[in-house]
């Protein structure tokens, strides 16, 4: 009966992980995914519509990180996978563990509601509603984009990470990307190859971790530092990982972490650094 079952919401990576992990222990569950396929936010142009990956799009963690502890990732597989490599190896996950069937595609969950005796009521697209013992929400985080709002006018085009997918229609373009998390930076490498001007607006620094160290990928040693030492030798390690493989990322123009960007840094030639996006026309080098 349904009502022993446990449901999961999505089929992307964690809720594959869900999925196996109950099986393994003898849990009887049921998945519901919005799209065809699975892999979430690492199947690009997901037909379920929320996938924010673009193109260039590959991890930013090791594959031998990444991967599920019981099933790693193909020999073949470069150090950081691409996001096609990442959904061939959730379809062999999938397929491994025979979880494929358990998945049920192209359905939505449009409402989850307690239910007597400590079960839950899932509403379901299709206008069925099952109750299970327990919910597992793993739709992930990625897939409503949030648009900053700024005081003034702008008549150029703009658009949220979440929308990007190729550098082609920004050629010749003056571009200024806002924020300097992963996929702001991975955007503004990709965009400077076409772009007239690239700009990165940043309220204050932050650390730009390069993928090697000493020819290893970086997480292969700072995974053993945040596992083994306290937290004083943490960040000793991780600042010395960071100078041999970079130096001072001052000058390279990008601020450190715990500098207030409220002045313009030295831009380099493809792509600089600007204060925060308040402060743009008074700060740009645009």
């Not at 999938?94 to 839950?120: C, M, N, S």
């Not at 150029?156 to 082609?168: C, D, F, K, V």
């Not at 965009?191 to 970086?218: D, E, M, N, Q, Y």
């Amino acid at each position: 009966m349904a009502e022993d079952k446990v449901c999961i919401i999505g089929a992307g990576a964690s809720g594959i992980a869900a999925a196996k992990v109950f099986q393994q222990h003898g849990i009887e569950f049921e998945c519901f995914e919005k799209g065809s396929q699975v892999g979430g936010l690492w199947r690009y142009n997901n037909d379920n519509g929320l996938s924010p990956a673009y193109a260039s799009l590959h991890v930013n963690t090791s594959k031998r990180i990444t991967a599920y502890a019981d099933f790693p990732m193909p020999d073949d597989y470069p150090d950081y996978p691409s996001h096609e490599q990442m959904a061939r190896y959730f379809d062999a996950v999938v397929d491994h563990f025979g979880l494929r069937e358990k998945i049920t595609f192209r359905t939505t969950v449009t409402e989850v509601q307690p239910a007597a005796e400590g079960r839950w009521q899932v509403a379901l697209d299709s206008g069925e509603t099952r109750t299970y013992r327990a919910v597992v929400v793993a739709n992930g985080h990625h897939w409503k984009p949030r648009m900053a709002r700024f005081p003034g006018t702008f008549s150029g085009q703009q658009l949220h990470s979440h929308e990007y997918r190729t550098p082609e229609p920004f050629a010749g373009q003056r571009v200024l990307i806002i924020g300097i998390g992963n996929s702001a930076v991975d955007i503004a490498v990709d965009v400077c190859r076409v772009a007239k001007r690239t700009i990165i607006s940043t309220r204050r620094g932050a650390h730009v971790i390069p993928k090697f160290v000493l020819g290893r990928p970086v997480d292969e040693f700072i995974t053993p530092l945040m596992s083994y030492f306290p937290l004083s030798l943490q960040r000793l390690g991780f600042n010395l990982l960071l100078w041999m493989a970079r130096g001072r990322q001052e000058h390279y123009g990008i601020p450190n972490r715990n500098t207030n960007c409220c002045r313009s840094t030295r831009p380099s030639p493809r792509i600089c650094w600007c204060a925060c996006a308040t402060a743009t026309s008074r700060s740009s080098p645009m």
